[in-house]
């Protein structure tokens, strides 16, 4: 059962070499395809050209959720639902296998974490709010460092307009790991929707910081000198 728990995990993020056509990515002319690009666009109205290097983001790094989340925002903004749709019903049946591993391993264990967790993660993806975040209190419930849980709190908690307590969420995941865009990236749009533009700003501006750290450390990899073949 835990082998299978693991690959219903891995089945939930986009399988490399394989993404929907209009993921493609088709950036503009000159613009770097980075997280930092996106977010300036986006800041700027540019919600076209901004989908464009989400894109070519998610090409990249096709398990970048945080990216195709950010994706799904922008299209949504720009009312164009028909990809959004595309989307999840391409993926649905990833969702579909995940959800029956999760809910066998619940049969066993009604308060495994992980399970609770995940499927709350499926519900929020599905846009089914109120199970969503039944599962995931129920999991920071039985163990609360599980930082995927509070990032998706956090998510649930804004759509509900409960800011107060979204951000409460959303700064327990930053707490548990800094180095994770994803939470900084939700708390920016939790205090955006609250008005304050101030924290706003800030949030955005760490995950900025925290993408161009991720490349510049992928850079020099890809520089590094090789070790010497062995003799």
Same mark, same amino acid.
């Given at each position: ?59 990249? $790094? *096709?398990?970048?959720?945080? #990216?195709? =989340?950010? +994706? /799904?925002? &922008?299209?949504? !903004?720009?009312? %164009? ?27 066993? $264990? *009604?308060?495994?974490?992980? #399970?609770? =967790?995940? +499927? /709350?993660? &499926?519900?929020? !993806?599905?846009? %089914? ?103």
């Amino acid at each position: 059962m835990k082998k299978k728990l693991e690959w219903a995990v891995v089945a939930l993020f986009w399988p490399a070499g394989f993404l929907p056509i209009f993921f493609l990515p088709v950036c503009a002319s000159g613009q770097a395809s980075s997280p930092s690009a996106a977010i300036a666009l986006e800041q700027q109205g540019k919600l076209a050209e901004a989908a464009q290097v989400w894109r070519a983001v998610i090409q990249k $790094d *096709p398990n970048d959720a945080g #990216a195709f =989340a950010s +994706l /799904g925002v &922008i299209l949504s !903004k720009q009312q %164009n639902y028909h990809d959004v749709a595309s989307a999840l019903f391409w993926k649905s049946h990833l969702y579909d296998d995940a959800k029956r591993e999760f809910e066998s391993e619940l049969s066993i $264990d *009604p308060s495994h974490p992980l #399970a609770l =967790a995940y +499927l /709350g993660d &499926i519900e929020m !993806k599905r846009t %089914n709010p109120d199970p969503a975040l039944a599962l995931l209190r129920r999991a920071v419930g039985v163990k609360n460092d599980i930082r995927i849980a509070y990032v998706d709190l956090g998510a649930v908690l804004t759509q509900q307009k409960q800011y107060k307590d979204a951000v409460t969420a959303l700064r327990h995941a930053v707490e548990l790991d800094p180095s994770q865009p994803d939470a900084h990236y939700r708390l920016g749009r939790t205090y955006q929707a609250m008005g304050n533009s101030a924290e706003s700003q800030k949030e955005f501006a760490k995950v900025r910081e925290l993408h161009e750290k991720a490349d510049e450390s992928l850079a020099s990899r890809m520089s590094a000198t090789p070790p010497p073949l062995p003799q």
